[in-house]
């Protein structure tokens, strides 16, 4: 089958958003598909497509979404156009201008037609956020019925607290239900990566329950280097975006470790972002921030860890993501400091490592400042979450609608 998959960010861009369907592609290449990728011009440098998806056509297109447009604004010229758009345009149109897709409609739908003349689509997949090109694939599909069209939705869209959502009137946040609705009644599948979203959805459009199905967030065990782990594993490692909303509890921390100078506590973090609130001076130097690196690089640090100690805030307390089931299959234990929720539950419950609530830092986190993070190896099976086994499902899904016309 001839799978075309949009996904607005891909590669080498390394927002999140795009690692789930670069590695579903590669994937479904394997399974002996054809894939053609769509998605905004990333700059890649020339040859690097060839290099990184053979036999993956990938097909970068204009943004039409300049990077101010996010409130970025790096010169007078940016401030006074965000000005403009943010407060003279904003109110006169119904789109939300935070989302990254609103005025690519038109390019979207071309570079299809263009792809569908040249070798017929079969499977046209539409990922989101941004969640307006899922909402343009019912367009594609309406004209080409006899493509069957899967729509992935990474995030909550109408529920959820990103792209401008919670802020909207109730005449835009009217809209963005109705768009919300119309592509789920327009599509064949519609996927979510957690069971929370799952749930909601089904009691949000009972009549199209039959379309859902969870699409879990996957890893690539293959990308794991052979390792010699070290026979005692030292210390605390984190890999990835610090999230704003933690500084109450970083600061928790700051204290926890001052007020325990016999701890053997270390936490070395790995991040892109830039966080003030840790210099030299927080927890006695024993917090080390770094560059970000090579995945294959990171997680020979990670199995060499005592344990993996993350924060989430509150928006992000049911975002069970790959990068756990990367952790579980590097077998190091989690500790975690954030809100009860899917994620507290699902490290508790398959003892995968520790939850400490941040109301409770101070009672409990003491005890485990040495690294010494109780986990049961081997309990929860990461297998089934590979993605040869996830993509394998998946087709096995698609399978049912496709056979039956």
């Known amino acids: 089958m001839h799978f075309t998959i949009v996904s607005y960010t891909f590669p080498p861009s390394r927002e999140i958003g795009g690692r789930r369907w670069a590695k579903f592609s590669q994937h479904l290449r394997r399974q002996g598909h054809t894939i053609t990728v769509v998605c905004a011009d990333q700059d890649a440098e020339p040859g690097w497509y060839e290099r990184e998806f053979p036999g993956i056509d990938v097909v970068s297109l204009p943004p039409k979404y300049p990077e101010w447009m996010g409130g970025y604004t790096r010169n007078f010229k940016e401030k006074l156009s965000y000005f403009a758009v943010s407060r003279l345009y904003k109110p006169l149109t119904r789109k939300n201008i935070f989302d990254r897709g609103f005025n690519w409609k038109q390019t979207m739908l071309g570079a299809l037609e263009a792809i569908h003349g040249r070798k017929p689509i079969d499977i046209l997949v539409t990922t989101g956020g941004p969640f307006s090109i899922m909402k343009y694939g019912t367009a594609f599909r309406k004209k080409h019925p006899e493509v069957k069209y899967i729509v992935d939705l990474r995030?909550?869209?109408?529920?959820?607290?990103?792209?401008?959502?919670?802020?909207?009137?109730?005449?835009?946040?009217?809209?963005?239900?109705?768009?919300?609705?119309?592509?789920?009644?327009?599509?064949d599948l519609f996927c979510y990566p957690t069971e929370s979203m799952g749930d909601k959805l089904a009691q949000q459009y009972p009549a199209e329950a039959h379309k859902l199905y969870l699409l879990p967030h996957a890893y690539d065990p293959e990308k794991f280097p052979e390792v010699k782990t070290a026979s005692k594993r030292n210390g605390f490692i984190y890999g990835g975006t610090i999230y704003f909303g933690l500084e109450d509890w970083l600061k928790k921390l700051d204290r926890i470790v001052k007020a325990n100078p016999a701890s053997e506590f270390q936490w070395d973090i790995y991040t892109g972002t830039p966080y003030p609130l840790i210099d030299a001076d927080f927890a006695k130097g024993k917090v080390r921030m770094h560059p970000l690196i090579p995945e294959e690089k990171l997680f020979v640090k990670v199995q060499d860890a005592a344990a993996y100690?993350?924060?989430?805030?509150?928006?992000?307390?049911?975002?069970?993501?790959?990068?756990?089931?990367?952790?579980?299959?590097?077998?190091?234990?989690?500790?975690?400091?954030?809100?009860?929720?899917?994620?507290?539950?699902?490290?508790?419950?398959?003892?995968?490592?520790?939850?400490?609530h941040p109301d409770r830092m101070e009672e409990e986190l003491p005890q485990y400042l040495n690294g010494d993070i109780p986990f049961e190896p081997g309990y929860f099976d990461v297998s089934r979450y590979s993605f040869a086994k996830v993509t394998q499902a998946f087709l096995e899904r698609i399978s049912q609608f496709t056979h039956d016309g």
Not at 158 to 164: A, C, K, P, S
């Open 155 to 187: 995030d909550p869209w109408t529920t959820g607290v990103l792209y401008g959502i919670p802020s909207m009137s109730p005449a835009k946040k009217a809209y963005q239900e109705a768009q919300e609705r119309r592509t789920i009644e327009g599509c």
């Open 309 to 356: 100690l993350v924060f989430f805030p509150e928006s992000e307390r049911d975002l069970i993501s790959t990068k756990f089931y990367e952790i579980v299959y590097s077998g190091t234990p989690i500790l975690y400091i954030g809100a009860d929720g899917l994620v507290a539950d699902f490290i508790t419950r398959n003892k995968l490592g520790v939850h400490v």
